[in-house]
T-cell receptor
Framework: RKEVEQDPGPFNVPEGATVAFNCTYS??????FFWYRQDCRKEPKLLMS???SGNEDGRFTAQLNRASQYISLLIRDSKLSDSATYLC????????????FGQGTELSVKP | DVKVTQSSRYLVKRTGEKVFLECVQD?????MFWYRQDPGLGLRLIYF???????EKGDIPEGYSVSREKKERFSLILESASTNQTSMYLC??????????FGDGTRLSIL
């Protein structure tokens, strides 16, 4: 089983739609969680951290469920410019603080 | 803003050559990382370093070595390039336990 798993997609949604991605992690000692965004042929860029109480940044909402060991990203009112691959990232300090990346979920927002 | 600079965006080398990929960051980060990214496999950690002259193997170190003689510079070395090392190589840096910041990536082709 992979340490961090994501549905690779692609998720094809119309503009204005709400879309949600989940990411599961296997290490219960994981302590920090992030969502990165990667555009085609570009480097990953930090989108947002994920806090225990959940957090929101504009149209983006991130949530953490420690009991079920998953994090989620919700995008409201999708824009064409949201089309990208979204990478789930987990840090487990009992693994020396390495970042573990999921394979990413591809999102395509259509007009 | 953190700046992580990789020496080349595109590189073409021949089988058997020794290849150097350079990465420099300007934010005095302790941690530096080298990944490769391949379709369907996501980001895979090759080597990382938590301090000058310190290095740790990642998930796929075979065929690679690294050098960290100065805090700001982390070099990835392909000792004898092979065609299966054709990939996108990404360098990243971070403070301990914090999200990583990535360079633009180097698309390396081994002929």
């Amino acid at each position: 089983r992979k340490e961090v798993e994501q549905d690779p997609g692609p998720f094809n949604v119309p503009e204005g739609a709400t879309v949600a991605f989940n990411c599961t992690y296997s290490n219960s000692a994981s302590q920090s969680f992030f969502w990165y965004r990667q555009d085609c042929r570009k480097e990953p860029k930090l989108l947002m951290s994920v806090y225990s109480s959940g957090n929101e940044d504009g149209r983006f909402t991130a949530q953490l469920n420690r009991a079920s060991q998953y994090i989620s990203l919700l995008i409201r009112d999708s824009k064409l410019s949201d089309s990208a691959t979204y990478l789930c990232v987990v840090i487990s300090y009992n693994q020396g603080g390495k970042l573990i990346f999921g394979q990413g979920t591809e999102l395509s927002v259509k007009p | 803003d953190v700046k992580v600079t990789q020496s080349s965006r595109y590189l073409v080398k021949r089988t058997g050559e020794k290849v150097f990929l350079e990465c420099v960051q300007d934010m005095d980060h302790e941690n530096m990382f080298w990944y490769r990214q391949d379709p369907g496999l996501g980001l895979r950690l090759i080597y990382f370093s938590y301090d000058v002259k310190m290095k740790e193997k990642g998930d796929i170190p075979e065929g690679y070595s690294v050098s960290r003689e100065k805090k700001e510079r982390f070099s990835l070395i392909l000792e004898s390039a092979s065609t299966n090392q054709t990939s996108m190589y990404l360098c990243a840096s971070s403070l301990p336990g914090q999200p990583q910041h990535f360079g633009d990536g180097t698309r390396l082709s081994i002929l």
